[in-house]
């Protein structure tokens, strides 16, 4: 089966501009993830979504970030206006009940800020 | 409030040599626990999972993990390092709540140097 997808792999822009990270989960999966990995840290969970819901989005600075999960499928996570402190690898996983709630992560979107 | 510690920061073993890194976890409940690898520029890969039953686990790549409930522990372990496996390892405990799947908490990650 396919994995996770996201894109871009890479993304390099200055404060104060927003940009956007998109992620395919796997097919099927009905519960889907954002995660923050900065620099020296393990991955810090942003929002899930199960379905097009939102489950968990308490540690999401909701003043600058906002994500959504159309049709309960693709997502899309966007930064607006970014910050210094934003840089970071950001991690889209994807899981499903019936594989013991394991969480299959993406390859990753690696943003940094100047 | 659920929180994982790995005190190894940077880790270098020789080629062939045993590989111990450790883990421990703060959590109320009966934990489910997780190893993951990550390779450069890669995300991350499950190594092995502990949800319940056998205390010791194994899992892929020759990698296995003993979960230890009186120490809160849950640690890695491979009888013989690859240079392959030079990779950052992240333990984690996933908090799960009315039987959905809920968030993992990760610790800081251990980098795993190979020397040959």
């Known amino acids: 089966e396919a994995g996770v997808a996201q894109s871009p792999r890479y993304k390099i822009i200055e404060k104060r501009q927003s940009v956007a990270f998109w992620c395919n989960p796997i097919?099927?999966?009905?519960?889907l993830y954002w995660y923050q990995q900065i620099l020296g840290q393990g991955p810090k969970l942003l929002i899930q979504?199960?379905?097009?819901?939102?489950?968990?989005d308490s540690q999401l600075p909701k003043d600058r970030f906002s994500a959504e999960r159309l049709k309960g499928v693709d997502s899309t996570l966007k930064i607006q206006p970014a910050k210094l402190e934003d840089s970071a690898v950001y991690l889209c996983?994807?899981?499903?009940?019936?594989?013991?709630?394991?969480?299959?992560f993406g390859p990753g979107t690696r943003l940094t800020v100047l | 409030a659920q929180s994982v510690t790995q005190p190894d920061i940077h880790i270098t073993v020789s080629e062939g040599a045993s590989l111990e890194l450790r883990c421990n976890y703060s959590?109320?409940?009966?934990?489910?626990l997780f190893w993951y690898v990550q390779s450069p520029g890669q995300g991350l890969q499950l190594l092995l999972k502990?949800?319940?039953?056998?205390?010791l686990v194994q899992g892929i790549k020759g990698f296995e993990a003993e979960f230890k409930r009186s120490q809160s522990s849950f640690n890695l372990r491979k009888p013989s390092v690859h240079w392959s496996d030079a990779a950052e390892y992240f333990c984690?405990?996933?908090?799960?709540?009315?039987?959905?799947?809920?968030?993992?908490?990760f610790g800081t990650g251990t980098l795993l140097a190979v020397q040959p």
């Open positions: 996983a994807s899981s499903s009940a019936r594989r013991g709630r394991e969480q299959f």
């Open positions: 502990y949800f319940s039953g056998d205390t």
């Open positions: 097919s099927g999966h009905a519960t």
């Open positions: 959590y109320g409940a009966t934990p489910y």
């Open positions: 979504f199960q379905n097009n819901g939102v489950v968990d």
């Open positions: 984690a405990v996933g908090a799960y709540y009315g039987g959905a799947t809920n968030k993992l908490i």
